[in-house]
């Protein structure tokens, strides 16, 4: 059966390899901005029955989700019977809670609105809490990354200890040290008193270790500089930072790199500078598979 592949316009290199290691065909689409900042959107070629769309929701979220929108409603309307969507980065993530009264779960009306726009099945890459997966009504997948990075990274530094800059990493690393044959740890914080919190790395002694930070998302990279600046403390000879979804916010990269951080990798969930890991392998087992 033949699928096509559609890349949104946030992510057209990233379905163009996708379609590339499925020997499947990449569907020609235009997307573009009316003048007053309207999306328009044309699929340009015959569908096929059943169709793949790709496409990353980082900046500018709601341009590139209201595209998707268009893209899945679309392709329904001219007789597509089944769309997969493979949505590297699921924007909004984040707010996956209510945390004060009123507020919106952003994400569950993002699952939903998929599905409303006929979405047949999801794939996300490392969501930010996997019981986001829960949101859809729909057969939906949390896939990771963390693997792919991992073998990046093992040709390339020798008897690494891997961090989690807090206990909500721990996964990732032990996933990585898992894959590379190395020690893992994260860091913890601790009430000294009521007015000082201590962060500090659980059990490892880091003097004069190589340390590869792990973490999901490097948004504004406070994260990352602070876990930086305790492995520098306590003496890490060297400090990679690698992360599945480099959202970097304004000047994230430079605050990390002036930290002390010898390199940054990232994949490219969303297109950046730091983006050396393509998740296009992964994605396309998981298409063969399913
Ligand atoms: C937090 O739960 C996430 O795993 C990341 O640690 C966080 O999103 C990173 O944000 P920032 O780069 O702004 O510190």
């Known amino acids: ?54 496409q990353s929701t980082g900046y500018p979220q709601d341009e590139n989700f209201m595209e998707l929108f268009f893209i899945i409603k679309n392709l329904k309307d001219i007789g597509a019977k089944k769309v997969k969507v493979v949505i590297p980065y699921l924007g909004y993530s984040r707010q996956d809670k209510r945390f004060k009264p009123g507020e919106a779960i952003s994400v ?14 999801i ?27 991992a073998e990046h990274l093992s040709s390339k530094v020798d008897d690494p200890v891997i961090i989690a800059p ?25 009430r000294i008193s009521p007015e000082r919190v201590e962060t500090r790395i659980k059990n490892l002694d880091i003097e004069g270790k190589s340390a590869i ?51 940054v990798i990232a994949t490219d969930t969303i297109k950046s500078e730091v983006s050396v890991v393509s998740v296009a392998p992964l994605i396309a087992e998981t298409l063969k598979n399913g």
Do not use: W
């Open 213 to 263: 930070v792990v973490d999901d998302i490097i948004s504004t990279g406070g994260t990352i500089v602070n876990a930086s600046r305790i492995l520098k403390d306590q003496g890490a000879r060297e400090i990679r930072v690698a992360c599945v979804h480099p959202v970097l916010v304004d000047d994230a990269l430079l605050r990390i790199f002036s930290a002390g951080v010898d390199d």
């Open 1 to 54: 059966m033949i699928i096509l592949i559609i890349g949104g316009s946030a992510s057209q290199n990233l379905a163009a390899k996708v379609a590339n290691l499925l020997d499947e065909q990449l569907c020609p689409i235009e997307t573009r901005r009316f003048p007053d900042g309207e999306r328009y959107v044309r699929i340009k070629d015959e569908i096929s029955d059943e169709v793949v769309v790709i």
């Open 123 to 149: 794939f996300s890459i490392n969501l930010h809490e996997h019981k986001i997966i829960e949101f859809f009504n729909i057969l939906a997948h949390d896939l990771s990354a963390i693997p792919l990075l």
């Open 108 to 121: 569950k009306i993002i699952a939903e609105l998929l599905e409303a726009a006929g979405a047949d099945e």
């Open 166 to 190: 807090d206990k909500g990493a721990l996964d990732y690393a032990k996933t990585m040290a898992n894959i590379i044959g190395c020690e893992y740890d994260h860091m913890e914080k601790t």
